[in-house]
Structure formats: C-alpha cells, structure tokens
C-alpha cells in the first residue's frame, strides 16, 4: 500500500510537467505569430514607404513640357503633334478613311497655330515653311483617294520630317514624344515618324511589319 500511495505522487508530477510542456509550447507558437504579424506589417509599411517614395519621385521626374515658345504656343505645338498621331495611327491599322480625316484634321490645326504664331514675331519666320509644308501636304492626303494607304504614307513621310524639324527648332523639352525610324520603309531608303511611345508601331508597314523599327531620339 505505501508503495501505490508513492508512485501516485509521482504520477501527478509527471501530469503537471507535461502541462507545463504543452502550454511552454504553445506560448512560443504564440509569441512567434506576433513577431511574424509584426513584420508583415512592417514589411508592407515599407512596401508602401517604398511605393510612395516612388510616386513622389515620378512626379519630381515629370517636368511640365516647353519650349521658346510661350505657355500657349507650346500647347497648341502639342495638340498639332496629337493630330499628327492620329494620322499615324491610321497608317498603323491601315484605315485610308481614317487617314483622310485625321490629315483633314491636322491641317486646320496646323492652320490655327499658324495664325497664332503671327503674333510671334521671333518665332514665326522660321517656323513658317515647316507649318506651310504640314498645311500642303496634310490637304494632299485628301486628294489621293488611296484605298491601300501606300501613297498617303509616301505624303505621311513629308509631314513626319518637317513636324520633327520643327519640334527641334523651337527646342521642345519633356513632351513625351519618340523619334522612331523604319530601315525597311520605301525600297529600304528608309523612314522615319513620331510617336508617343517607345514601342515600335510601325506607320509604312502596318500589320506587315508592325514591330520594325527603333527609337532614334525623344523630346
């Protein structure tokens, strides 16, 4: 009897010990939850410290465009140069409708900045010949009635070159636009156009060969 009476003692301890074991166990699961909660959110915080920083220094990055044109003068320049992508656009998807009313639209354009710059007496003489060359042809379009695209691109490549020439001469600055040039254009003499994006969509070819091309400067 003194002997079972002993070994129940012993029992017991050995219970609360494995009651103590477990519930050890149990609070380093728990405390290890808090840490990795805690790091997860200290992790998105710097995720979102990082994003953040990141916004603010695109906004830093993208300067207002201009030029030595005023204010005004650089935005018309700039909504002269987005009819002009409409008018590549059509020449990408091959649409000689939509080429003929783009260059319609581009030629009044270019016909409304030029009697703004009238009032520009430094700037104006020299950029007269590119805007009569953008008014010529842009109406020349018109006239080709060509279903097939290939002639109003021949004209496209005209207004391409003298549009450029006069971004550069008024000296345009971040006005996210690329210079992009076709190798393969017209018998490989060549080609080049304006674009709004890096990627190569290819105003001679169309379809035929869309990704030709590469980006040869940016204003």
């Known amino acids: 009897m003194q002997d079972a ?109 030029q009697a703004f710059l009238q009032k520009d007496s430094a700037n104006a003489p020299a950029l007269k010949p590119y805007m009569d060359t953008i008014i010529g042809e842009s109406k020349a379009i018109n006239d080709l009635k060509d279903e097939t695209c290939e002639k109003q691109r021949i004209v496209f490549e005209v207004i391409s070159r003298d549009v450029y020439a006069m971004l550069k001469n008024v000296d345009l600055k971040n006005g996210g636009i690329y210079h992009e040039f076709c190798p393969m254009a017209f018998n490989e003499k060549g080609a080049y156009w304006l674009s709004s994006e890096s990627e190569i969509l290819n105003p001679y070819f169309g379809k035929k060969m869309l990704e030709c091309g590469e980006v040869t400067d940016s204003m």
Do not use: W
């Open 5 to 113: 009476q002993a070994i129940i003692p012993v029992s017991k301890l050995y219970f609360c010990m494995e009651i103590l074991s477990f519930m050890r166990i149990i609070y380093i699961v728990f405390i290890a939850c808090i840490a990795g909660l805690t790091g997860c959110n200290n992790g998105n915080s710097a995720q979102g410290t990082a994003k953040a920083d990141s916004t603010a220094g695109s906004a830093v990055k993208k300067a207002p465009a201009h030029s030595k044109l005023s204010d005004e003068g650089t935005q018309q320049l700039l909504t002269l140069v987005s009819k002009y992508y409409e008018l590549k656009n059509a020449l990408v998807a091959t649409k000689a409708a939509r080429a003929d009313s783009a260059a319609t639209q581009l030629a009044a354009t270019a016909m409304s900045m």
